[in-house]
């Protein structure tokens, strides 16, 4: 039996440190609606501009034969700041340390998104450190859209 340490800030809100992790834990993300406004705000933040993008003629006469949202726009929709977990480390989290994708089909204005994450590895550091590794999956009604790992450097126990 496990036992969770239960830790409460000051909005009561359940603080989860690393140690109370555990390989094979999941959870998901929100679901999003990709839209016109979406492909749009990312351009304009970014630059990219392609038209692949936005130009209906041009994707049309492109191999993916229709617009498809930005790879890096797909990506940002996995950010663990925007799912429910966000509120229960923000206490605990000191870093976001790195990321990886690997891209398996596109996506277009309609298409429903929701990211999964899977502890898959805890790295206990020295000085109440660690790193916690999440398999990452960004999922449409057709399937898997991206396949990744973000990793977080995290307090493994509260600091007294």
Same mark, same amino acid.
Request: glycine share 8%; proline share 4%; aromatic share 8%.
């Given at each position: 039996?496990?036992?969770?340490?239960?830790?409460?800030?000051?909005?009561?809100d359940?603080?989860?440190?690393?140690?109370?992790?555990?390989?094979?834990?999941?959870?998901?993300?929100?679901?999003?609606?990709?839209?016109?406004?979406?492909?749009?705000?990312?351009?304009?933040?970014?630059?990219?501009?392609?038209?692949i993008?936005?130009?209906?003629?041009?994707?049309?006469?492109?191999p993916? /034969?229709?617009?498809?949202a930005?790879?890096?726009l797909?990506?940002?929709?996995?950010?663990?700041?925007?799912?429910?977990?966000?509120s229960?480390?923000?206490?605990?989290?000191?870093?976001?340390a /790195?990321?990886?994708c690997?891209?398996?089909?596109?996506?277009?204005? /309609?298409?429903?998104?929701?990211?999964?994450?899977?502890?898959?590895?805890?790295?206990e550091?020295?000085?109440?450190r /660690?790193l916690?590794?999440?398999?990452?999956?960004?999922?449409?009604?057709?399937g898997?859209?991206l396949?990744g790992?973000?990793?977080?450097?995290?307090?493994m126990?509260?600091?007294?």
């Amino acid at each position: 039996m496990r036992w969770w340490r239960i830790v409460v800030d000051d909005q009561g809100d359940l603080q989860r440190y690393l140690s109370d992790f555990h390989v094979g834990e999941t959870f998901r993300g929100p679901v999003t609606t990709l839209t016109d406004e979406h492909f749009r705000s990312f351009a304009l933040l970014t630059g990219d501009d392609h038209p692949i993008h936005y130009d209906e003629a041009y994707a049309a006469a492109h191999p993916m /034969g229709k617009r498809v949202a930005h790879g890096l726009l797909l990506m940002s929709l996995t950010a663990v700041g925007a799912t429910p977990l966000a509120s229960h480390i923000h206490e605990s989290l000191l870093a976001f340390a /790195g990321q990886s994708c690997r891209f398996l089909s596109a996506a277009t204005v /309609g298409d429903t998104v929701w990211p999964e994450f899977e502890v898959h590895e805890i790295v206990e550091k020295s000085g109440n450190r /660690g790193l916690l590794k999440l398999r990452v999956r960004l999922v449409c009604e057709t399937g898997v859209l991206l396949d990744g790992e973000h990793v977080y450097l995290m307090l493994m126990e509260p600091s007294d």
